[in-house]
C-alpha cells in the first residue's frame, strides 16, 4: 500500500516511517500542515494518507472533505493529541476512516493501517468491472431498451450495475420492473465525499440478484447536480464492486456524456435502418474520432433490422465507414409488449429473437474459459 504522511513534526514522520516500510508500505513523508493535502493526493495518488496535527476544530475538515471528494478511492487517517466527540462524527462526514492520538501508539498506528489495507485489498484487489456505454443516434433508436435488456442478460451470471446517465429523461428503471428509485444519481452526487462501495450499493436500485440500476433524477432540475467528476467517482467504485457497469447515455454529446464515452470500454452506438438514424451515427463516429477513440473502441447496432428495409445493411456500413456493426432483428410485438409492462426482454419473451441475440451479445462478452486438455495433453503437461 502507498502512504502518504503529512506532518509539521519531523520527528514523527521518521517514526511513523520507520514503524510501516518495514511492513512492506511504500512511504511518501512530506513535512507540513495540512494545506498540503490536495498537491499530495493529486502528485503521489497514495492508497492512504495519514495527517498529523489536525485536531478539534470541524472547520478544518472542510479540506479533508475536498480532498476525498477529488480522490474517492484515497483514505484519510487523523492523528490528534486530542479531539471531541464531535470532531469525532465530523471527522467521519468528512470521509475520514481512522482518528488516532499524536504521536500514535505504534500497535494501534499498525493495527489501524492494516484493517485499512483489508479494505483496499477487498476492493481494489479485485478485477476492474467493464464498462460498456450505449448511445443512440437518434430519439427511438431503442438504446435504452438494448442498454436495459443486455444488463438484464448479463446479470444471469454476473454483478452487473446500470447507471442512467440520461440525466433528464432516464427511466431506464421501468424497462426493468415496476420499482422506484428511493435515490437516484443526483442524490450520489451531492453525497460524493462519502461515496464508497456500501453507499453505491444501497443507492442502487435492485432489481434482479445480480442486477441494479443507479437511476436518473426524477426532477430535471436536478440534473444539473451531477457533474463530470461524480462520474469519475462513481465509476471507479462501480468498477471494484461489479463485473459489469452499463451506462445508458443521453444523445447529447454533454460534459457528463463525455465522461462516460471516455471511461467506457466500450461504445455502442445504436440507430435504425432510416437516413435520419445514419446520418446522426456518422456524426457520432466523427466525435469519437474527434475525441481520440480508436475504431476497434465503438461498434455500431443497427436496431430493427430486416433484410427487405429500404437501406440495406451494406448501404449503412458503406456509408459509415464500415465500422464493426451489429445487427438486432425487428421484433416489433414483442418488445413493445415488454416495454408497455415493465418487464425484462428475458422474462417476457425468452424465446423471442431479440432476447436470443441480445443473449448472444452477452455470452460473447464473457470471459471464454480456457478449452479442455486432451489426454496427451494431460499426460505430457506431467512429465
Same mark, same amino acid.
Not at 46 to 57: A, H, Q, R, S, Y
Not at 140 to 164: H, M, P
Not at 320 to 330: D, E, F, I, R, S
Given at each position: 500500500?502507498?502512504?502518504?504522511?503529512?506532518?509539521?513534526?519531523?520527528?514523527?514522520?521518521?517514526?511513523?516511517?520507520?514503524?510501516?516500510?518495514? /511492513?512492506?508500505?511504500?512511504?511518501?513523508?512530506?513535512?507540513?500542515?495540512?494545506?498540503?493535502?490536495?498537491?499530495?493526493?493529486?502528485?503521489?495518488?497514495?492508497?492512504?494518507?495519514?495527517?498529523?496535527?489536525?485536531?478539534?476544530?470541524?472547520?478544518?475538515?472542510?479540506?479533508?472533505?475536498?480532498?476525498?471528494?477529488?480522490?474517492?478511492?484515497?483514505?484519510?487517517?487523523?492523528?490528534?493529541?486530542?479531539?471531541?466527540?464531535?470532531? =469525532?462524527?465530523?471527522?467521519?462526514?468528512?470521509? $475520514?476512516?481512522?482518528?488516532?492520538?499524536?504521536?500514535?501508539?505504534?500497535?494501534?498506528?499498525?493495527?489501524? $493501517?492494516?484493517?485499512?489495507?483489508?479494505?483496499?485489498?477487498?476492493?481494489?484487489?479485485?478485477?476492474?468491472?467493464?464498462?460498456?456505454?450505449?448511445?443512440?443516434?437518434?430519439?427511438?433508436?431503442?438504446?435504452?431498451?438494448?442498454?436495459?435488456?443486455?444488463?438484464?442478460?448479463?446479470?444471469?451470471?454476473?454483478?452487473?450495475?446500470?447507471?442512467?446517465?440520461?440525466?433528464?429523461?432516464?427511466? /431506464? =428503471?421501468?424497462?426493468?420492473?415496476?420499482?422506484?428509485?428511493?435515490?437516484?444519481?443526483?442524490?450520489?452526487?451531492?453525497?460524493?465525499?462519502?461515496?464508497?462501495?456500501?453507499?453505491?450499493?444501497?443507492?442502487?436500485?435492485?432489481?434482479?440478484?445480480?442486477?441494479?440500476?443507479?437511476?436518473?433524477?426524477?426532477?430535471?432540475?436536478?440534473?444539473?447536480?451531477?457533474?463530470?467528476?461524480?462520474?469519475?467517482?462513481?465509476?471507479?467504485?462501480?468498477?471494484?464492486?461489479?463485473?459489469?457497469?452499463?451506462?445508458?447515455?443521453?444523445?447529447?454529446?454533454?460534459? $457528463?456524456?463525455?465522461?462516460?464515452?471516455?471511461?467506457?470500454?466500450?461504445?455502442?452506438?445504436?440507430?435504425?435502418?432510416?437516413?435520419?438514424?445514419?446520418?446522426?451515427?456518422?456524426?457520432?463516429?466523427?466525435?469519437?474520432?474527434?475525441?481520440?477513440?480508436?475504431?476497434?473502441?465503438?461498434?455500431?447496432?443497427?436496431?430493427?433490422?430486416?433484410?427487405? /428495409?429500404?437501406?440495406?445493411?451494406?448501404?449503412?456500413?458503406?456509408?459509415?465507414?464500415?465500422?464493426?456493426?451489429?445487427?438486432?432483428?425487428?421484433?416489433?410485438?414483442?418488445?413493445?409488449?415488454?416495454?408497455?409492462?415493465?418487464?425484462?426482454?428475458?422474462?417476457? /419473451?425468452?424465446?423471442?429473437?431479440?432476447?436470443?441475440?441480445?443473449?448472444?451479445?452477452?455470452?460473447?462478452?464473457?470471459?471464454?474459459?480456457?478449452?479442455?486438455?486432451?489426454?496427451?495433453?494431460?499426460?505430457?503437461?506431467?512429465?
Amino acid at each position: 500500500m502507498k502512504i502518504a504522511i503529512l506532518s509539521p513534526n519531523a520527528r514523527h514522520l521518521q517514526d511513523i516511517a520507520a514503524l510501516l516500510q518495514p /511492513a512492506g508500505h511504500t512511504v511518501v513523508p512530506a513535512e507540513g500542515g495540512k494545506s498540503r493535502m490536495r498537491a499530495i493526493a493529486d502528485d503521489e495518488r497514495p492508497d492512504l494518507m495519514i495527517v498529523d496535527g489536525m485536531c478539534c476544530d470541524p472547520g478544518e475538515l472542510a479540506l479533508v472533505e475536498q480532498v476525498t471528494a477529488l480522490h474517492p478511492a484515497l483514505r484519510v487517517m487523523l492523528l490528534c493529541a486530542s479531539h471531541t466527540p464531535e470532531f =469525532l462524527i465530523a471527522s467521519m462526514r468528512a470521509g $475520514v476512516r481512522e482518528v488516532l492520538p499524536s504521536p500514535p501508539p505504534a500497535e494501534a498506528l499498525l493495527a489501524a $493501517v492494516d484493517r485499512l489495507a483489508a479494505r483496499i485489498t477487498g476492493t481494489h484487489g479485485a478485477a476492474a468491472g467493464r464498462v460498456l456505454a450505449f448511445i443512440a443516434s437518434k430519439g427511438g433508436s431503442g438504446s435504452t431498451f438494448l442498454a436495459a435488456n443486455l444488463a438484464w442478460q448479463l446479470a444471469e451470471t454476473r454483478s452487473v450495475l446500470l447507471v442512467d446517465l440520461n440525466l433528464q429523461f432516464g427511466d /431506464a =428503471l421501468s424497462f426493468l420492473g415496476d420499482a422506484r428509485a428511493a435515490v437516484t444519481l443526483a442524490d450520489v452526487a451531492r453525497d460524493i465525499a462519502r461515496l464508497d462501495a456500501s453507499l453505491l450499493a444501497s443507492s442502487a436500485t435492485k432489481v434482479a440478484p445480480g442486477l441494479s440500476v443507479l437511476a436518473a433524477p426524477d426532477d430535471m432540475a436536478q440534473a444539473l447536480d451531477v457533474r463530470p467528476e461524480h462520474v469519475d467517482a462513481i465509476l471507479d467504485v462501480a468498477v471494484t464492486q461489479y463485473d459489469f457497469v452499463l451506462l445508458d447515455l443521453p444523445r447529447v454529446v454533454d460534459p $457528463v456524456a463525455t465522461r462516460g464515452l471516455d471511461r467506457a470500454d466500450h461504445v455502442y452506438v445504436v440507430m435504425q435502418s432510416s437516413l435520419p438514424h445514419v446520418r446522426n451515427a456518422a456524426r457520432l463516429l466523427q466525435v469519437f474520432r474527434s475525441l481520440g477513440y480508436p475504431p476497434a473502441k465503438s461498434s455500431v447496432v443497427l436496431n430493427r433490422y430486416e433484410r427487405s /428495409a429500404e437501406i440495406s445493411l451494406e448501404q449503412v456500413t458503406r456509408s459509415l465507414g464500415a465500422p464493426h456493426m451489429l445487427t438486432v432483428p425487428n421484433s416489433y410485438r414483442e418488445v413493445s409488449s415488454a416495454i408497455n409492462h415493465g418487464s425484462a426482454l428475458a422474462v417476457s /419473451a425468452r424465446g423471442g429473437a431479440v432476447a436470443r441475440e441480445l443473449a448472444g451479445l452477452a455470452a460473447s462478452l464473457l470471459p471464454r474459459a480456457p478449452p479442455a486438455r486432451g489426454l496427451m495433453d494431460r499426460l505430457f503437461r506431467k512429465a
